[in-house]
């Protein structure tokens, strides 16, 4: 197929992770894109959770907020915020956060904060928000941001949410049972934590794209999967879905 | 019992220098008019809670008012950074900001432990987070029962909260519908309460049983404000415009764009100003 794009590629494989079966609690922007359409095309029945309250969502247009009137309008159920944190996302209630991140690590740790030092920051970011407990109380935790070694750092400026931590074992130190970070993800290719090192390594990259591409983006030394595969192409269906969700999506927001 | 009041009068009686105000509503009702009241009556030194400070503490913190913010998330939702608060934490402009930072379950049980008359909100929480180095109001307790270590913060209990809603009857009891947020907890929790509304109406009519009011005995002041939560949105009345979120990124980029803005449309303008903005967008 033609035309696609790598950013087309990162939203349907992202998509492909979630099961008709999920409660998915959803992070805005790229996050809010896959899950979205993951209940158009192969999802229908999935659970779509924003943290303003909105359960069972079904919005026609992507919100640009994470409380738009729409969520509200098209949800089985509208709950307090924090009715949504006590009883819905802390008792356990849901089954796939998914996240974006300012900055993220090799085991998946993301930083949303800031850049720099806490206390005098050089870029100071929107912070947390739900993430802390979304990232230790969702069954799992899936990933998607675009490639770059911006993002992709060795070290972390600051530890908003916690991935797999140092390492193997550390998520159970803290009392934490849920299994965290399992899939990462991106433009260039899909990671996986290696089950042994609990490390984001590639297990497959997408159409046209090189070792050496993933690498050069990449701020810490990347793994490799023994057998890397090509990640399969957006089917028409898929494509369809996302582009027409896109385009009512700009219209909506211009109409605004 | 609530007193139907004009807004200046409302924020007058209840607002002074250095309260701990809380302005809440999650995207939904956030009550910009009030804060521009707020803002035209010259309070200084305030401490502001909200989980999302949004265009309203942004402008707050822009004009010098904010001595400290507690919050858990500062940013543009949907379109970026809020730079006024970016612009207090990296550069002291226009005068340092002291901040508390917390997650958002944090607040929501914090303003809930407010509301129950509890000292702090014990929930499972911050476990791996770097906050808990950095936010000394961040501490652990254990379980008597079973051992288990659990996060707690101190219950948030506002001199004043303000907030917006969309209608009010003649007693001065208020509905809120849609996405509630913790606007409830805010005001059970708060020393004072302000409510701006929509309309005021000789009755609800026919709601559920279970709708969210708040009786009037819990609340201060009521205020009239048709379009008081704009560019936020009433749900029923009119939609959140998207294009000024978006705008707001050119506007509070350059300190001098943002002081004119504020000039002429806080400073020298008033409530009646948010009107407009009940007719211009579809009613959803």
Redesign the interface.
């Known amino acids: 197929m033609t035309g696609i794009t790598l950013a087309e590629i990162m939203t349907v494989t992202a998509a492909r992770a979630l099961k008709n079966t999920d409660v998915c609690f959803v992070g ?2 790229l996050p809010s894109e896959a899950c979205n359409l993951a209940r158009l095309t192969h999802a229908p029945e999935i659970t779509l959770i924003y ?4 359960i069972g969502t079904k919005p026609n247009v992507l ?11 098209t949800a089985v159920a ?1 709950v ?3 009715e ?3 009883y819905w ?2 008792g356990g209630r849901i089954t796939v956060g998914f996240l974006s991140a300012a900055q993220l690590d090799r085991f998946g740790n993301i930083n949303t ?1 800031v850049i720099g030092d ?2 005098n ?13 979304i ?3 969702c069954g799992e935790i899936f990933i998607t941001l675009k490639h770059s070694k911006r993002a992709f750092v060795d070290q972390l400026d ?5 991935g797999h ?1 140092d390492g193997p074992g ?2 159970g130190r ?3 049972t849920t299994k965290g970070p399992t899939r990462l993800v991106t433009d260039l290719c899909v990671m996986l934590p290696n089950p042994d090192s609990c490390e984001f390594e590639v297990v497959s990259l997408h159409p046209g794209v090189t070792r050496e591409q993933v690498i050069e983006a990449t701020g810490w030394p990347l793994s490799f999967a023994k057998n890397v595969i090509e990640t399969a192409a957006p089917t028409a269906i898929e494509l369809d879905a996302l582009r027409d969700l896109k385009q009512r999506t700009t219209e909506a ?2 109409a ?1 | 019992m609530a007193k139907i009041m004009e807004l200046a009068t409302a924020i007058r009686e209840n607002v002074n220098d250095g309260d701990l105000l809380v302005m809440e509503g999650f995207t939904h009702l956030i009550p910009h008019a009030a804060a521009h009241e707020v803002i035209r009556q010259g309070y200084k030194d305030l401490t502001l809670s909200r989980m999302t400070p949004d265009l309203i503490y942004d402008q707050l913190i822009g004009m010098g008012r904010v001595k400290k913010m507690i919050f858990s998330y500062a940013g543009n939702p949907g379109v970026g950074l809020l730079l006024r608060f970016r612009d207090a934490v990296e550069n002291q402009w226009p005068r340092a900001l002291e901040i508390e930072e917390h997650s958002h379950a944090a607040m929501a049980n914090a303003y809930e432990a407010g509301a129950a008359g509890l000292p702090c909100a014990v929930f499972r929480g911050y476990r791996g987070a770097g906050l808990t180095e950095v936010n000394p109001n961040i501490k652990s307790i254990e379980c008597p029962f079973t051992g288990e270590k659990l996060a707690a913060v101190p219950a948030l209990n506002a001199d004043v909260t303000i907030i917006h809603a969309q209608r009010a009857n003649k007693n001065g009891d208020v509905l809120l519908e849609g996405i509630i947020g913790v606007q409830k907890e805010a005001v059970l929790g708060a020393k004072r309460a302000v409510v701006t509304v929509e309309e005021i109406v000789d009755d609800f009519g026919d709601i559920s049983p279970n709708a969210v009011v708040l009786p009037s005995w819990t609340i201060n002041a009521v205020v009239v404000i048709a379009g008081g939560a704009h560019p936020s949105y009433a749900h029923g009345y009119y939609s959140r415009d998207n294009g000024f979120y978006k705008d707001w990124d050119r506007i509070s980029r350059d300190r001098d764009v943002f002081l004119e803005w504020m000039d002429e449309n806080v400073v020298k303008s008033g409530p009646q100003a948010f009107e407009v903005h009940v007719k211009k967008g579809p009613a959803k």
């Open positions: 805005i922007g943290e303003s309250g909105t919100p640009l907020s994470i409380g738009d009137g729409e969520l509200c309008e509208n307090s915020v924090p949504m944190f006590r996302l802390q904060t806490y206390h920051p050089k870029t100071r970011l929107p912070g947390g928000g739900g993430a802390p407990e990232a230790t109380s600051f530890f908003t949410s916690i931590g550390h998520r803290l009392g934490i927001h211009a605004a």
